[in-house]
């Protein structure tokens, strides 16, 4: 009897998409500081995105494992500290950090500084990962390039210590637009909210995300973004292969 509740608990696991611990496709609340999501992803394990928050004069130090850390300020600002000298980091600025690099992320503001972390392992190590460095990007120094629906600010593409490339930018989107049909593609992708109110379909069925929460989008799954509001939002879009 217990070798067949056994199997089919398992079974169970496998048919809802949560063996191994599968991350879901579907919008996470960034409301509040905490565990966003935690798990396995087609070419990453042991993925986790938290929200994490600095009290003021106070410091967050991380990193020295062998996980891949990508910083992604939400509110306030501090001073990251890593191999290269002190850089400060504004709301929408992001640093990458290598495994096995400490870092810190220090508050000299009077307010919490709020900055998302995701952490990560590649299943598969990229055979380029010895000549890849960490890097910083501060959302002022980034050019705003206009379109049709929106703009564009490009954060970065390339490979990484973790995978064979890593692709960032941050899109604007004018007020009641969607940013294009629904669509797939072989990469994951992770939508994060900068600011505004949107609608993300993910295959057939729609989340509502606003300012702070995060959409992940699995390998394949057809997905479309939709600013829900009449004023422009802006989100985080980045994928790795």
């Not at 608990?9 to 579907?26: E, P």
């Not at 990458?96 to 998302?116: I, M, T």
């Not at 973004?225 to 009449?230: A, E, K, L």
Request: hydrophobic letters at 35%; a neutral charge.
């Amino acid at each position: 009897m217990k070798i067949l509740v056994t199997c089919l608990f398992i079974f169970l696991c496998f048919r809802d998409g949560y063996a191994q611990g599968l991350v879901k496709s579907t919008v996470y609340s960034g409301q509040n500081p905490g565990l966003l999501f935690e798990g396995e992803l087609d070419l990453l394990k042991d993925a986790r995105f938290e929200l994490l928050s600095v009290p003021a004069g106070q410091s967050y130090d991380g990193g020295g494992s062998d996980r891949e850390s990508l910083l992604l300020v939400k509110n306030g600002s501090g001073d990251f500290h890593s191999k290269t000298p002190a850089v400060g980091l504004s709301p929408g600025s992001i640093a990458l950090v290598l495994p096995g690099e400490r870092f810190q992320l220090k508050n000299h503001g009077s307010q919490a500084l709020d900055f998302y972390l995701f952490s990560y392992k590649a299943k598969m190590k990229n055979s380029a990962s010895d000549s890849v460095r960490s890097l910083v990007r501060v959302w002022e120094h980034l050019s705003f390039n206009p379109h049709d629906k929106g703009g564009i600010r490009r954060y970065f593409d390339q490979a990484t210590s973790e995978t064979k490339r890593f692709e960032m930018h941050v899109t604007t989107l004018n007020g009641g637009l969607r940013s294009h049909d629904p669509h797939t593609h072989k990469a994951e992708e992770i939508v994060l909210m900068i600011e505004g109110d949107t609608e993300m379909q993910i295959g057939d069925r729609f989340f509502k995300g606003r300012s702070g929460d995060v959409y992940f989008l699995g390998a394949q799954v057809p997905h479309a973004i939709r600013n829900t509001g009449d004023k422009p939002c802006t989100y985080f879009a980045f994928q790795w292969q």
